[in-house]
C-alpha cells in the first residue's frame, strides 16, 4: 500500500487522536480521528529544513536475494513571518517524499500455468511520490476577531502502486 500524506510533519504544531466517542460528522471513522492544528506565523521570523535518507542498500535482502527495500528521500522545510507586525502573519511548508523499490510478482505454482501469464512475472519498478504544499494566512482584525486563510495541496504519484482501501 502506498502511503500518502496531506500536512507535513514540518507544518504540525499539535495534533490529537480520537479513538472513540466522537461527533457524528466523522462517521465512517471505525479506527479513530485525528485532528491536526497547523503552524502560523509570528512577529518573528522562523524557518526550518530537512533531509531523511533511507536507502535500499543498508537494509536485509530477501530468503531469494531480492533487494526489495525502498529507497527514500524526503525533505523540505518552512518559513513564517509578519506581513504587517501584531496584525498579518503568513507561515508556509512545502514537503516532497521520493521513494522507489523493487515490484517483485513471482508465482509460488507455476506449473500448468498459461504462457502468457507465466510472462507477466518479474521485477518492476514500484514508486510512492508525494508533494506536500501548505500556505497560511492569519489576521488578527480585533482581541475577539481572527480570519485564517490557508491552501493546502498534496499529490501522491505511485507508478505499479497498490491501493487497499475503500473507493
Given at each position: 500500500?502506498?502511503?500518502?500524506?496531506?500536512?507535513?510533519?514540518?507544518?504540525?504544531?499539535?495534533?490529537?487522536?480520537?479513538?472513540?466517542?466522537f461527533?457524528?460528522?466523522?462517521?465512517?471513522?471505525?479506527?479513530?480521528?485525528?485532528?491536526?492544528?497547523t503552524?502560523?506565523?509570528?512577529?518573528?521570523?522562523?524557518?526550518?529544513?530537512?533531509?531523511?535518507?533511507?536507502?535500499?542498500?543498508?537494509?536485509?535482502?530477501?530468503?531469494?536475494?531480492?533487494d526489495?527495500?525502498?529507497?527514500?528521500q524526503?525533505?523540505?522545510?518552512?518559513?513564517?513571518?509578519?506581513?504587517?507586525?501584531?496584525?498579518?502573519?503568513?507561515?508556509?511548508?512545502?514537503?516532497?517524499?521520493?521513494?522507489?523499490?523493487?515490484?517483485i510478482?513471482?508465482?509460488?505454482?507455476?506449473?500448468?500455468l498459461?504462457?502468457?501469464?507465466?510472462?507477466?512475472?518479474?521485477?518492476?519498478?514500484?514508486?510512492?511520490d508525494?508533494?506536500?504544499?501548505?500556505?497560511?494566512?492569519?489576521?488578527?482584525?480585533?482581541?475577539?476577531?481572527?480570519?485564517?486563510?490557508?491552501?493546502?495541496?498534496?499529490?501522491?504519484?505511485a507508478?505499479?502502486?497498490?491501493?487497499?482501501g475503500?473507493?
Amino acid at each position: 500500500t502506498n502511503d500518502a500524506y496531506v500536512v507535513s510533519q514540518e507544518a504540525i504544531r499539535e495534533f490529537q487522536v480520537v479513538r472513540s466517542g466522537f461527533a457524528p460528522e466523522f462517521g465512517r471513522s471505525t479506527g479513530g480521528v485525528v485532528n491536526v492544528i497547523t503552524k502560523s506565523g509570528t512577529n518573528l521570523w522562523h524557518g526550518s529544513g530537512f533531509y531523511y535518507l533511507r536507502h535500499r542498500e543498508f537494509a536485509p535482502r530477501t530468503v531469494f536475494g531480492d533487494d526489495v527495500a525502498p529507497t527514500r528521500q524526503q525533505f523540505g522545510g518552512t518559513a513564517g513571518g509578519p506581513l504587517n507586525r501584531d496584525q498579518t502573519f503568513f507561515f508556509m511548508a512545502y514537503d516532497q517524499q521520493a521513494q522507489h523499490e523493487a515490484l517483485i510478482v513471482r508465482f509460488n505454482n507455476p506449473a500448468g500455468l498459461p504462457a502468457d501469464l507465466l510472462a507477466q512475472q518479474g521485477v518492476f519498478k514500484s514508486t510512492n511520490d508525494v508533494n506536500t504544499y501548505l500556505v497560511k494566512v492569519d489576521h488578527q482584525w480585533s482581541a475577539a476577531t481572527h480570519v485564517t486563510a490557508r491552501y493546502n495541496y498534496s499529490r501522491n504519484k505511485a507508478l505499479n502502486g497498490t491501493f487497499t482501501g475503500v473507493t
